[in-house]
């Protein structure tokens, strides 16, 4: 339903995204995860007609946005970051008007009867938009994309801001209505992508550096450590050791704590402290502390862009 095909986008001499390729089918619900600024909210709006690309294509059940945008926009329901919601309106007032703008073939009451069902707006329909919860206007703003009940979904982190009650009712809807559509939703957050998708794009500064399950990435989280251990002895010889190919580590020295001690930043593939202790104690020198640190999406990030450029 959706197809990405050499994807770039310049803003004046910067490159935003480069050179992006993939695909969602119906029923699938793929999450685009990248930290900010990695090009997630550009790659939507292209997608949904809202932005020209530098180069390349996106096909919309074959058609192209750019050659036959009206058409292709048909089957698309867009939700942004920030819903574009008319406050001063209620609830029922801001659908009608987004039904009169879309010009469904639908029958008006019954069509937005249902969505109101489907988002939870059917107790609030009277409120001001406004005068709603940021988890409400959230909803208004995912049922004015559902009016016309399209094929495809591109929701902009649709759960940003949210408190963790609303995040688990938007999730569940997300899951939910992706069951029959094709899904392409953004977030910064792993395990908010693991709890939704069959599938993950990771971005990192425009690069797509992965698309595999969220089972797959997680996997590399799981096998990747990180650990500051405090060495004593000499920094030189210490990096000799640590260095060593059979270690296979990504090692670098951070200051000095105590007398002829030194902390070192370690990381490396599954549990490395059995190796490391080893190695240390074979060439004789002492390690006197080790503590985790947590891996951090942007350190996954460059692993995968660097094993994609190996």
């Known amino acids: 339903m959706i197809k990405v095909s050499g994807l770039t986008k310049f803003y004046g001499s910067r490159l935003a995204i480069d050179n992006i390729s993939f695909s969602v089918s119906a029923g699938e619900v793929v999450g685009l995860l990248g930290l900010n600024g990695a090009g997630k909210s550009t790659i939507m709006n292209i997608i949904a007609g809202c932005l020209s690309s530098s180069s390349g294509q996106v096909l919309i059940n074959g058609r192209s946005v750019e050659e036959e945008p009206d058409k292709a926009k048909q089957s698309i329901g867009y939700l942004p970051e920030i819903p574009p919601l008319y406050t001063d309106m209620k609830v029922d007032e801001y659908l009608a008007f987004v039904y009169d703008l879309k010009k469904p073939a639908q029958k ?41 009940d399209p094929e495809i979904l591109i929701l902009d982190e649709p759960t940003a801001g949210l408190d963790p009650t609303q995040i688990i009712e938007i999730r569940k809807l997300i899951k939910d209505l992706g069951e029959k559509r094709a899904t392409l939703f953004s977030s910064h957050i792993l395990s908010e992508v693991e709890a ?23 996997k590399a989280l799981r096998d990747y450590s ?22 296979n580590l990504e090692v670098k020295q951070l ?29 004789g020198y002492l390690l006197l502390n080790t503590r985790q640190q947590d891996v951090s999406l942007e350190n996954i990030f460059l692993r995968l862009v660097a094993d994609k450029r190996e």
């Open 108 to 148: 008006r009451v019954a069509h937005l009867d249902e969505i109101r069902e489907k988002t939870g707006l059917t107790g609030v329909r009277g409120r001001l938009l406004k005068n709603l919860s940021k988890g409400y206007r959230q909803r208004a703003g995912l049922a004015a994309a559902l009016v016309g």
């Open 196 to 218: 939704v998708s069959s599938r993950v794009l990771v971005l990192n500064h425009g690069i797509l550096a992965a698309d595999d399950s969220p089972e797959n990435l997680a």
């Open 226 to 247: 990180r650990y500051v251990a405090v060495i004593e002895g000499d920094p030189r010889g210490v990096l000799a050791v640590l260095g060593e190919a059979e270690l």
């Open 255 to 283: 200051d000095a704590e105590g007398e002829n001690a030194w902390a070192y930043l370690l990381s490396g593939e599954g549990d490395i402290r059995r190796s490391v202790a080893k190695a240390l104690a074979g060439a």
